[in-house]
């Protein structure tokens, strides 16, 4: 338990610095994006960083309680504040993200934003890691649209841009919770052409967790992964605050559940996207987006042999 309680204190991350006290590099840094002008419903997701940094401070008084772990005080990591986004345009923004996530040679996570800036974070991890990224991708959408629209860049296009650069190995991805309505020849192009394994919401509740774990670890083996995780793969009983809500998602323990148990999978970094505040109860949805982001970070702190 920490010296204050979980109302005071700053309200970051986790209560994580902006920089380390003894001044060494980060093994973590988590930012946020406050962007979304590339939703096609309601917009609101420039304000998911902050309610998650304030839902995050609920999770700051204790270790997991199965994994053992405080992921704030188990890795070196920081919350660096918002990247910078330029006011009203998309694309330029997207340009301006890729840089800043380029300057960033630690492990990042990121909070906040619409879909679409998974784009740029994936080409600036792709030229650090290489490309052939495997995506492990909660959505109740696919996001391999080929245009927003009309527009040819959005919120529902991100993995047919990824996918078709290369940046994602779509053989070796799982998306997990899709449910929303799409057209048939999206769907057949993000499984039989793009070759997608895409576990719907539906398929979670009736095979169970266990499978879907099963299911994502046989397609991800040992290559390098991506977590991008949309808010909207969460039901709307569990996660109403977000743009495109679809009923019939996974509950916000399944997703946990599945979560838990993905230590083995080679993560190079993880966005938490589609937290739109203004449509939120209670801070539920808040709550939810930062408890999977603590769990993920437990994952780092495990593989670092830092339990406890
Ligand atoms: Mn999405």
Not at 277 to 294: E, G, K, S
Request: charged residues 20%; glycine residues 12%.
């Amino acid at each position: 338990m920490g010296d204050h309680p979980t109302f005071a204190g700053p309200r970051t991350f986790l209560q994580m610095p902006a920089t380390l006290p003894d001044g060494s590099p980060p093994e973590v840094t988590v930012v946020g994006i406050p962007f979304d002008l590339g939703t096609t419903n309601r917009a609101g997701a420039r304000f998911g960083p902050s309610a998650i940094r304030d839902a995050s401070l609920m999770l700051v008084d204790g270790d997991h309680p199965e994994m053992g772990i405080d992921p704030s005080r188990a890795l070196k990591a920081v919350d660096a504040g918002d990247l910078s986004i330029v006011n009203g345009y998309l694309e330029e923004t997207l340009d301006l993200i890729e840089k800043q996530v380029e300057g960033i040679d630690n492990h990042l996570v990121t909070m906040g934003g619409d879909h679409t800036v998974t784009l740029p974070i994936l080409r600036a991890q792709a030229k650090r890691h290489g490309k052939g990224i495997s995506l492990v991708h909660f959505d109740a959408h696919v996001d391999t649209w080929k245009d927003n629209f009309g527009a040819p860049i959005g919120h529902g296009t991100p993995f047919h841009y990824a996918s078709d650069e290369g940046l994602i190995d779509p053989k070796r991805s799982v998306q997990i919770g899709i449910r929303s309505p799409t057209d048939r020849d999206i769907m057949s192009y993000t499984t039989d052409e793009l070759g997608f394994t895409v576990i719907s919401a539906e398929q979670v509740h009736l095979d169970g967790v266990m499978k879907v774990i099963e299911t994502i670890q046989e397609t991800v083996g040992d290559n390098i992964a991506y977590l991008t995780f949309d808010i909207d793969g969460i039901d709307p009983s569990q996660a109403p605050g977000t743009g495109t809500p679809e009923v019939g998602g996974l509950f916000t323990w399944q997703a946990l559940a599945i979560l838990k148990r993905l230590g083995g999978i080679n993560w190079i970094g993880m966005d938490m996207v589609e937290v739109a505040p203004a449509y939120d109860h209670a801070q539920i949805t808040a709550f939810a987006a930062a408890t999977f982001m603590w769990t993920y970070m437990c994952l780092l702190a495990q593989k670092n042999g830092e339990a406890g």
